[in-house]
Structures are given as structure tokens and as C-alpha cells.
């Protein structure tokens, strides 16, 4: 199969058969092999009841639904682990993403070699303040901390490769982030895509504020557990020993002072605990010791854990499977 679709929504009842059919129009034109996975993320509506009614008509529609709304990251999860074409390739169901972007993203991936491509809403019909000013600050510190260079990592028009959607998993609120996910698994050809945004037909957006603020708290989280997930001593004894050195150091800067000024200039020489930077240095061993402990505890829950030796292995030669 060459291209499996996954759109999950929610209370889209009014597009969905207005977006199927542009799907099958652009599949039928380029002869494409094709499933449509649509992910029914627990809508109100009668969304579910068009999705039967349209794969009554075409076998190649298949539905997932959820008993309630547990959101994108979820629906996008269980739409993963369900496709089965070479090309996977996301968008919403709401009609602002174009199908007609399709076959181009098909070949970046197959032709170009690419493992992710993430499409750019370069021109958006969405309001200013609310939507295109926090999605530039957002997407600005998602280059700065991921290192990942794309203009519109939130775009729901994406396209994978099938092996790096089986490779990752998508969970909480991490659908934003799955290109920063797939770097983590190693799949290090990411690209990019100026795609065509439609300006919302039906409906009203799903999303809020605090889309943003969670989304960097999201980033944080991703960006650490990529790099520390499975080493977390590399991460918390380091600081916790440099700020436990740099306590004991203020320490002895301390001791040997009074004892100068008692024994060398004769000088009465105030309290230790009288003075600031002994605080500064009693703080920095307490801190640091805790965060020693912290990447030890850390450590010991990582050796009982049923996922310390999960690793992607590409390819393996002359073993058994």
C-alpha cells in the first residue's frame, strides 16, 4: 500500500465527506494505493454515523472511535500503530489542510528520502493576535531548544515514513512535537514543506491559550527525556556535584579567612554564620546533594524498569529474529 491517511477529529461532522471526497479525487488521479484512517477522538456529533455511512461506499475507509475525548496525541497513536502504507501522512479533518499537498509530500518521502516532512502554513487565513503571533513565539522556541529547524512544527499536514510512526511514541500532548521524537529514534532527515492553508469552512477551532504554554512545558519534557531518559545521573549528578564543589569551595574560602584574620593579621573577624556567602555555600551542598540523590533514585527506578533496554535496532545481520 502506498499511502495510509490518519485525520483525527472531532465534531467535524459537517467536512468529512466533502474532505473524503477530495482525497479519493487526488488517489484516483495519481493511481495511488490508499487507506483513510479516520479517528474518532469521542465527538457529540454524529460524526461517527458519516464515517459508516462513507465506508459503506468505499472499502478503503476505516474508522477508530473513541468512547470520549482523550485528544490528538491519542487518536494519532492508535492511527499510527493501525497504518499500513509505505507513506503515513496526517492532517485535520477540519478542511484547512489540502489534500492536493499529498502526492508532493509522497515523493519527498519516497523519492527524496526523506523520514519526516512538516508542512509550513507560510500564508494562514487565521486570526492574527490569537493564532499567527503566539504560533511564531511558540515555533521559535521549539527551534531554539530542539535544534530542529521548521517554521511551523504545530502543522497538522505531515508526512513519515512507515518505519519512523512504528518507531516513536505518541502520548499526553506530544503530537506537536513528533518531529523532535523521531530525532530522538534517529531519524535525522527531516524536512520541510510549504503547504496551502484553506481558511476554515465549518466549525469552530478546537484549540486554546493553553495550547502554548502546555506545549512548552511538552517540549521541556521531550527535549530531557530524549537526552537524559536513559541516563538521568548524567543529568542531575553533574549539577548536583558542581553546585555541591562550588558549597564546599565557599566553605573553605571561609574557614581559611577567619583564620586569617584570628591568626595572621590579629584581627577579631565576624562570624561565619554572620556572613552571607556562608548561606550561599550551605545552600548550593544542600541543592547539590539533593540532586545527586535525585539522579541515583533515578538510576535505581531506571534498572527495574521494563523499558531500560528498549532500543531501535535498524537492521541486523545473520541473527536470528
Known amino acids: ?21 477530495w482525497i479519493v479525487k487526488v488517489m484516483q ?19 461517527w454515523e458519516v464515517i459508516e455511512t462513507i465506508s459503506k ?30 507513506v ?35 500564508k494562514r487565513y487565521d486570526n492574527t493576535f490569537t493564532k499567527n503571533l503566539p504560533s511564531k513565539l511558540y515555533n521559535y522556541t521549539n527551534r531554539l531548544i530542539s535544534g530542529i529547524k521548521l517554521h511551523d512544527m504545530n502543522c497538522g499536514l505531515k508526512a513519515y515514513k512507515n518505519k ?8 499526553g500532548e506530544m503530537h506537536r512535537f513528533i518531529p523532535v521524537m523521531a530525532k530522538a529514534a534517529g531519524f535525522n532527515k527531516i524536512g520541510e514543506k510549504v503547504v496551502q492553508h484553506q481558511a476554515r469552512k465549518y466549525g469552530v477551532s478546537k484549540f486554546g491559550w493553553n495550547r502554548f504554554i502546555n506545549g512548552f512545558l511538552d517540549l521541556l519534557t521531550i527535549t530531557f527525556m530524549s537526552k537524559f531518559g536513559k541516563k538521568p545521573m548524567h543529568f542531575f549528578g553533574l549539577i548536583g556535584t558542581l553546585l555541591f564543589i562550588l558549597g564546599l569551595g565557599f566553605s573553605f574560602y571561609l574557614g581559611l579567612s577567619k583564620l586569617y584574620h584570628t591568626f595572621i593579621i590579629h584581627k577579631v573577624a565576624r562570624l561565619i554564620t554572620d556572613r552571607p556567602s556562608f548561606y550561599l555555600a550551605l545552600t548550593c551542598m544542600i541543592i547539590g546533594s539533593m540532586m545527586f540523590l535525585a539522579g541515583f533514585i533515578g538510576e535505581l527506578i531506571l534498572r527495574n524498569s521494563t523499558i531500560r533496554n528498549n532500543y531501535l535496532i535498524e537492521e541486523k545481520l545473520n541473527l536470528n529474529d
Request: glycine share 6%.
Open 29 to 47: 488521479q495519481h493511481n495511488f494505493s490508499y487507506e483513510i484512517l479516520f479517528i474518532d477522538d469521542g465527538s457529540k456529533d454524529n460524526s
Open 164 to 171: 519512523v510512526v512504528k518507531s516513536i511514541e505518541v502520548y
Open 88 to 122: 503515513v501522512i496526517t492532517m485535520d479533518a477540519d478542511l484547512q489542510d489540502s489534500p492536493d499537498e499529498i502526492p508532493k509530500l509522497y515523493n519527498m518521502i519516497i523519492n527524496q528520502g526523506f523520514d519526516v516532512v512538516s508542512g509550513w502554513k507560510q
Open 1 to 21: 500500500m502506498d499511502i495510509s491517511l490518519v485525520i483525527p477529529l472531532y465534531n467535524e461532522h459537517e467536512s468529512l465527506p466533502e474532505l473524503h471526497d
Open 57 to 86: 461506499n468505499n472499502k478503503s475507509v476505516k474508522g477508530i472511535r473513541f468512547q470520549r475525548n482523550y485528544g490528538k496525541s491519542p487518536a494519532l497513536h492508535v492511527g499510527f500503530e493501525a497504518a499500513k502504507g509505505k
